[in-house]
């Protein structure tokens, strides 16, 4: 018989027994912090907005509405520690897709030792899925507020790839590392836990560069100017988009990160031995002006990013 409590009990199933003194099963979950302050974020990927069955398998589904939350607890420079999951499912929602959800979203968990200790089961017209995720902190939050005039702006990966990757799946090809970078993208946890040592502000890349370092600037209040010829462009987005349309895109889920200009060197150090690709895209300035250089020197308008509720975001 396919009932609520079996749907739970299948999923659960993929998971591994979370180690809180209460988990899955009960009105709440107990947890634990031993470390130190918790960040905690909430998140949720919705068909026919982040996503449609047609082009996204279960297994990608599942993987990106985790992917997105530990984003945002990199971006806070916290260790990911438990999440909880509230599913709403078609009625005629297939049990080979829910098995599949499980399995995306249980693989990325087991990889950042994450653990589901609760959530919700309830039927709707179209699929989504809620996480609210918490990480704890072994030093002060890395915030968005901190950046200073002089500091150094960085960026993590490449920027675009997930705008590219949507602009595929809309003229309907299915495979591309464009659209891998938009089906699976990748949360920057471990650079995330460095840079906290060293940055004095940052927050993910979600709806595009140009958008977030505008709140980040308004946050720290101060400016910023970033090099067109500096941000880090796969050749195929280079080609495709260019980096003014690259700053638009969404979805990419990079850390942008303000860096003390003293500390820099010792940033770049720490992230070369880890294997961490980060680069320098320009620095915070005086006033509130925030301003694109090209490489002949010319200054370019930023555009907008993506905006659920505008009819300004990007269209390709």
Known sequence: MRGEFSLIERFL???PRARVPVGPGDDCAVLAPTRGALCVTTDAVVENVHFTREAFSAEDIGHKALAVNLSDLAAMGSTPRWFVCALALPKDFPERELRGLARGMSALAREHRIALVGGNFTSAHELSITITAAGELQGPALTRSGGRPGHLLYMSGELGDARLGLIHLQSGKRRSPAILRQRRPIPRVALGRLASRFASAGMDISDGLAQDLGHLCEASGVGAEVELAHLPLSPAVRV???AERALAG??????????PPERAKAFERACARAGQRVTRIGRLTRGRRRVLRDPEGRLVTPPPGFDHFTRGRPVD
């Open 13 to 15: 199933s993929f998971f």
């Open 240 to 242: 495709a988009l260019g």
């Open 250 to 259: 969404g979805e990419d889920y990079e850390l942008l990160l303000a860096i």
